[in-house]
Antibody, heavy 119, light 109 residues
């Protein structure tokens, strides 16, 4: 069965960087893109960026373009999301999700990784 | 950038009642590119509807989606206790990119 397993919770200080991983299993990794969505406490869903796991092409949301990098490791079936220059308002749950096909459907989601930014 | 506006913000209904959730886009959206997700407290979102009206695997038929261009609707025909949650619409755009509505909370009246 398809699974997306994310790395554990992180606590970071303002100005630091965080790297969150998402390990895919149960399907052919390079056949589906993966993306990252975040959710601040009590707030809605916000798209951060996407990666084509076959050729490495990426696209980032305008808000995050200068601070986020998404990479893929096809040898382990893992996608990483690094967010730099953390601020307190980056405190959120970060989710990876699989792009299930044409139409941008997000058919499987990771369990989420809580990133807390606090001095 | 297309903006999705969901209404109402909160819907207070009783089990067995019908729920109608709206998602309005600032520009026309392809029906192939509009989806709905359900999120319960402490859980990741779950795909309900894709391509405006297609139910995802395992989604009961009391959930239905409809709409076109800028107006889309998620209908829950008879609310079950497990349906009380937050619902998000989402559109897929060029580049590619994804946009979500701000969510509608369906709560028990």
């Amino acid at each position: 069965q398809v699974q997306l397993l994310q790395s554990g919770a992180e606590v970071k200080k303002p100005g630091a960087s965080v790297k969150v991983s998402c390990k895919a299993s149960g399907y052919t990794f390079s056949s589906y893109g993966l993306l990252w969505v975040r959710q601040a406490p009590g707030q809605g869903l916000e798209w951060m960026g996407w990666i084509n796991t076959d050729n490495g092409n990426r696209n980032y949301g305008q808000k995050f373009q200068s601070r986020v990098t998404i990479t893929t490791d096809t040898s382990t079936g893992t996608v990483h999301m690094e967010l730099r220059s953390l601020r307190s308002d980056d405190t959120a749950m970060y989710y990876c999700a699989r792009v299930g096909g044409l139409g941008g459907t997000l058919d499987y989601w990771g369990q989420g990784t809580l990133v807390t930014v606090s001095s | 950038e297309i903006v999705l506006t969901q209404s109402p913000g909160t819907l207070s209904l009783s089990p067995g009642e019908r729920a109608t959730l709206s998602c309005r886009a600032s520009q026309s959206v392809s029906t192939s590119h509009l989806g709905w997700y359900q999120q319960k407290p402490g859980q990741a979102p779950r795909l309900l509807i894709y391509g405006t009206s297609r139910r995802a695997t395992g989604i009961p038929d009391r959930f239905s989606g409809s709409g076109s261009e800028t107006d889309f609707t998620l209908t829950i025909s008879r609310l079950e206790p497990e349906d009380f949650a937050v619902y998000y619409c989402q559109q897929y755009g060029r580049s590619p990119s994804w946009t979500f509505g701000q969510g509608t909370k369906v709560e028990i009246k």
